[in-house]
C-alpha cells in the first residue's frame, strides 16, 4: 500500500540545480521521518539529508549549503533542492519513509531518479 515515488531527476551540467520530488501514498505522511540517500554502483547506499516530524534536518557534510531537504505534511511530498551541482553528485537517489521503531530493512522505499552530473 505505501508507495514513494521520485521525480524530477535528469542530466545536468556542473554548477547546475535540480529538485527532486518523493510523492508519497499509503501512509500518514506527518508521523515519518522522511530522507534522500544516494548510491553509486559498487558502493554502500550514503544518507544525504533528512528531515523528521519535529522539523529538524541533517545533511551529510558534502551537500551542506548546497542541497535543502524540505518535508511538505500538506501535499505527502519530500523535496530535495539541489544546488552547485558536481560530477561528485552523480548517483541514484532514494527517497526514504520510516517510523523511529523501524529497521532499515523495514523502511519504504522509493525505486530510485538517477541524477547524473557531466563536466
Known amino acids: 500500500q505505501v508507495r514513494l515515488v521520485e521525480s524530477g531527476g535528469g542530466l545536468v551540467q556542473a554548477g547546475g540545480s535540480l529538485r527532486l520530488s518523493c510523492a508519497a501514498t499509503?501512509?500518514?505522511?506527518?508521523?515519518?521521518?522522511m530522507a534522500w540517500y544516494r548510491q553509486v554502483p559498487g558502493k554502500q547506499r550514503e544518507l544525504v539529508a533528512r528531515?523528521?516530524?519535529?522539523?529538524?534536518?541533517n545533511y551529510v557534510d558534502s551537500v551542506k549549503g548546497r542541497f535543502t531537504i524540505t518535508k511538505d505534511n500538506a501535499k505527502s511530498t519530500l523535496y530535495l533542492e539541489m544546488k552547485l551541482l558536481s560530477p561528485e553528485d552523480t548517483a541514484v537517489y532514494y527517497c526514504?519513509?520510516?517510523?523511529?521503531?523501524?529497521?532499515?530493512?523495514?523502511?519504504?522505499w522509493g525505486q530510485g531518479a538517477q541524477v547524473t552530473v557531466s563536466s
Open positions: 499509503g501512509l500518514n505522511f506527518v508521523r515519518y521521518t
Open positions: 528531515a523528521t516530524t519535529f522539523g529538524t534536518t
Open positions: 526514504n519513509a520510516a517510523l523511529p521503531w523501524m529497521a532499515v530493512s523495514d523502511t519504504y
